[in-house]
C-alpha cells in the first residue's frame, strides 16, 4: 500500500498526479513535527470514541474517528471533536465514522456559543489545519470527502486489504488512487497508513469470523455470529 516517498518540498514543486499526495511507508515515523507517540494517542483516541458515542464495546460497524489540530507540535494537539459510524443509529447510509466526525467538526468549529466560532468560511478553510485519525482505512466516499475538506493529514490505521480479507464488503478504491485522481485539489493531504494498525485490526475481526474472540465486555450471540454486550439484544 505504501508505495510512494516523497518529501514535502517535492510535493510542493511539482504539479503531476502522481505528486499530489505523500505516502509514508514507515508508519514509525516522525512526520510534520509528530512522533509516533502522538500518532499512536490519537488512534487510540479514534478507537475510543466508539464506546463513548455507541455506549457499547462491541459496536458491529467499529469505524471510529478523531480530528485533531496539530498545528502547535507543542504537546499532543488539540481534539476538535469525534465521529463514529452512525448508519443503524441514524438510518442514514453515507454517515460513516469520517463524514460524522467531519459533521461534528463543523458543528464544532462554528458553534456560535463554542470554542471557535467561526464562520463557515473559515470553518472550511480551517480543515487545512486539521489531522483526521480514523481507525480503518477510509471507502472511497470518506477519502474523496477527505480531499475536499482538504485536510492537513490523514492517518487510518487498518487497511481496506485487511477489511477485504476479513469478510468485509468495500468498494476497491483504495485511498492512494483516490488521493493521486484529486491532484488538482488545493490544499494537498499528506496520509500515512497502518499506523498503529495492530491495535486497531481486532476491532474489525470478529464480525465475520466466529471463531475470533469478542471485544471485552462482549460475548457471542446464540448462534454465535455476533458479539452483543452480555444479555443485550442489539449490535451497537
Ligand atoms: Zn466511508
Request: glycine share 6%; proline share 6%.
Amino acid at each position: 500500500m505504501h508505495l510512494v516517498t516523497l518529501p514535502v518540498a517535492l510535493l510542493l514543486c511539482f504539479s503531476q498526479p502522481i505528486l499530489s499526495s505523500t505516502v509514508f511507508p514507515d508508519p514509525a515515523l516522525t512526520v510534520n513535527g509528530i512522533p509516533f507517540s502522538t500518532r499512536a494517542h490519537w488512534m487510540r483516541r479514534a478507537n475510543e470514541a466508539l464506546g463513548e458515542l455507541t455506549h457499547s464495546p462491541c459496536p458491529f460497524a467499529a469505524f471510529g474517528t478523531a480530528i485533531v489540530n496539530h498545528t502547535d507540535t507543542n504537546g499532543l494537539g488539540d481534539l476538535i471533536c469525534i465521529g463514529v459510524n452512525q448508519n443503524r443509529q441514524t438510518g442514514n447510509p453515507a454517515l460513516h465514522g469520517e463524514i460524522a466526525a467531519i459533521t461534528n467538526c463543523t458543528t464544532v468549529l462554528t458553534d456560535p456559543h463554542g470554542r471557535f466560532r467561526l464562520t463557515t468560511s473559515e470553518a472550511q478553510d480551517a480543515f487545512a489545519d486539521l489531522t483526521l485519525y480514523t481507525n480503518a482505512e477510509s471507502c472511497p466516499m470518506c477519502a474523496s470527502a477527505i480531499r475536499w475538506a482538504g485536510f492537513r493529514e490523514y492517518v487510518y490505521g487498518t487497511s481496506i486489504d485487511t477489511l477485504v480479507q476479513n469478510g468485509w464488503s468495500q468498494i476497491h478504491i483504495s485511498s492512494l488512487e483516490v488521493f493521486q485522481a484529486s491532484w488538482d485539489l488545493s490544499p494537498q493531504t499528506l496520509f500515512m497508513g497502518d499506523v498503529l494498525a495492530n491495535e486497531t485490526d481486532p476491532y474489525f475481526l470478529w464480525q465475520f469470523d466466529p471463531t475470533y474472540p469478542c471485544p471485552d465486555g462482549c460475548s457471542r450471540s446464540g448462534n454465535g455470529t455476533r458479539c452483543r454486550v452480555s444479555m443485550r439484544d442489539e449490535l451497537k
